[in-house]
């Protein structure tokens, strides 16, 4: 069982904390994570692409010409895909992208992508990271005396103050433990997770 350090905002060690070997020393396998990343990008594509189809034009079902003896090609109505105005053929038609993998699988791809960031020394755990105001120099001024770059917080309440300071700064991302997903574990370089955080995750990985 891993143990890591718990600091404060001024990265002075305060305390320490076990992260289990169920969630943290997994067997990662690529093609996994790949295949859970890959249903999360699909199930967020907005499929809002649609043409009109032949029978979707309005227009008349005349005969434009006669069949014979005008010497050109033989046509029949206004809403021919051949003419300007008319159907698409073979077009996008609100196509549904999304579907769904196994719970277990999504589960267990958590934990990889979760153990990843323990073998890369990439996870941090704070005590906790409070602001007295809504001010964003205050949150980077934290993050850049951490060494902190690309990063994603996890938090295990609302914080209002800190969300907010935090809304407009690029490449750092927060999220309620429960948001937690492989995507953006494997996005940001970077995990920091407050000390309580820690307890959600296993109450929601563990059996």
């Known amino acids: 069982m891993a143990v890591v350090e718990v600091i404060n905002t001024a990265g002075e060690k305060v305390s320490e904390v076990e992260l289990t070997d169920a969630i943290y020393n997994v067997p990662i396998k690529p093609s996994v994570l790949h295949d859970v990343v890959k249903m999360q990008l699909a199930n ?98 934290i993050i850049n005396h951490l060494g902190l770059s690309r990063t994603l917080i996890l938090i295990d309440e609302d914080n209002i103050n800190l969300q907010l300071s935090a809304k407009n700064v690029q490449d750092i991302k927060i999220m309620k433990a429960e948001g937690l997903n492989v995507y953006d574990l494997l996005k940001y370089d970077d995990l920091v997770m407050m000390e309580g955080t820690v307890k959600q995750i296993e109450g929601r990985l563990l059996p």
């Open 44 to 141: 967020r594509r907005s499929a809002t692409a649609s043409v009109k189809h032949r029978g979707d034009v309005v227009g008349s079902t005349r005969k434009l010409f006669r069949q014979k003896g005008t010497g050109r090609a033989r046509r029949g109505n206004i809403k021919s895909p051949l003419l300007k105005g008319g159907g698409v053929v073979f077009g996008p038609d609100n196509r549904k992208y999304a579907y769904n993998l196994p719970k277990k699988v999504k589960r267990l791809a958590l934990k990889m992508a979760l153990s990843s960031k323990l073998q890369e020394n990439s996870i941090r755990v704070i005590n906790r990271m409070e602001l007295d105001e809504i001010k964003t120099k205050k949150f980077v001024g």
